[in-house]
């Protein structure tokens, strides 16, 4: 394990990487987490596999390491996977992603928008960004609705 990893990996429940180089042991890590990228032409089919950049409002306890100390605005944007999600936040020159897997995602509406899985969460800002974003927060629902949906009990 390099030493690049922001937060432990407990058999691979959280997974928290320092992406600002490439490096090719993050890749496996992230592919065997969430699932591959997807290709050029599934991406154009879907309309895309990435939000726009959002305005960071507040995380939690556990990510505030990855975020800018002084009173700089922190952007994120997300990154849809075929087994979940990737959240690639800046912190001035350094980028960390975050791996989340369909079955640990959990999303909720209120006066923004927020992300939560494996104790952690981040909350995005309501703001032009946000609503640029419909399109593919949409998308994103309908993925994790289809995940969940091969979970379904079978009704009597």
């Known amino acids: 394990m390099t030493t690049h990893c922001v937060c432990l990996i407990n058999k691979l429940i959280s997974l928290v990487l320092d992406t600002t180089y490439y490096n090719k042991e993050h890749k496996n890590l992230l592919e065997n987490f969430v699932g591959n990228s997807y290709t050029l032409f599934e991406a154009l089919k879907r309309k895309g596999i990435g939000s726009k950049r959002m305005i960071v409002q507040n995380v939690s306890q556990n990510l505030k390491i990855v975020l800018n100390t002084i009173s700089d605005i922190n952007y994120a944007n997300i990154e849809l996977r075929k087994k979940g999600i990737l959240i690639h936040i800046t912190k001035g020159l350094r980028n960390y992603t975050w791996a989340i897997p369909f079955y640990h995602l959990v999303i909720y509406k209120t006066n923004g928008f927020s992300i939560h899985a494996q104790g952690k969460f981040i909350q995005f800002e309501k703001s032009k960004n946000f609503y640029e974003n419909k399109v593919f927060l949409s998308s994103l629902l309908n993925e994790k609705?289809?995940?969940?949906?091969?979970?379904?009990?079978?009704?009597?």
């Open 145 to 156: 609705i289809k995940y969940d949906e091969q979970f379904k009990l079978p009704s009597s």
